[in-house]
């Protein structure tokens, strides 16, 4: 056996494995960024999802806004938005006309994204006087607008 082939066979098995063990590594760094997405829990009763979500309304989208703070310095779909709507039916937990509502985009972070002069049942969390909503908050009102419809327009308005 020649010097030429113990080298080369040694060299040839460990450039092998450095090739193996880089191209894992790589896949490892890629694979982790589509990892992440938004998974909503499904709603089985329409009527106990409402007893869990603090305000509802029916209202059309005005304007979707970053703060100023955002405005001045960046931001990207990860960050916090505020959409405000004229609302044009309270069912549970409101009583204004306008009401600003803070959400992300990012659909990855459950975020949800609103159209302006759209009009839609909206269900928020309320966090002291800050209303805030997300996909999972959002989609069941969607998918399921006539169940929810039929309880909502049943209910005795609230305080009575």
């Known amino acids: 056996m020649g010097t ?10 460990t450039m092998r494995v450095c090739l193996i063990g880089a191209t894992a590594l790589v896949l490892c760094f890629f694979s982790s960024f ?12 329409p009527e106990a999802h409402l007893e869990e979500i603090d305000v509802v ?5 005005l304007k979707t806004g970053r703060g100023w703070l955002a405005r001045l310095f960046g931001s990207g779909d990860f960050d916090p938005v505020n959409t405000e709507f004229r609302v044009t ?19 990855s972070l459950c975020g949800v994204a609103f159209t302006r002069g759209e009009e839609l049942l909206v269900f928020a969390h309320q966090d002291k006087k800050k209303l805030s909503t997300g996909l999972c908050t959002m989609i069941p009102a969607s ?7 039929d309880i909502l327009e049943t209910r005795p308005p609230e305080g009575e």
């Open 89 to 107: 039916k309270a069912y549970k937990g409101i009583s204004a006309s306008k009401v600003k509502v803070s959400h992300v985009l990012e659909g």
């Open 143 to 149: 998918l399921h607008e006539e169940a929810y419809m």
């Open 4 to 13: 030429a082939r113990v080298f080369g066979g040694f060299f040839g098995g």
């Open 57 to 61: 309304f029916r209202g059309e989208v």
């Open 34 to 45: 589509s990892a992440h997405a938004c998974s909503c829990m499904p709603i089985e009763d």
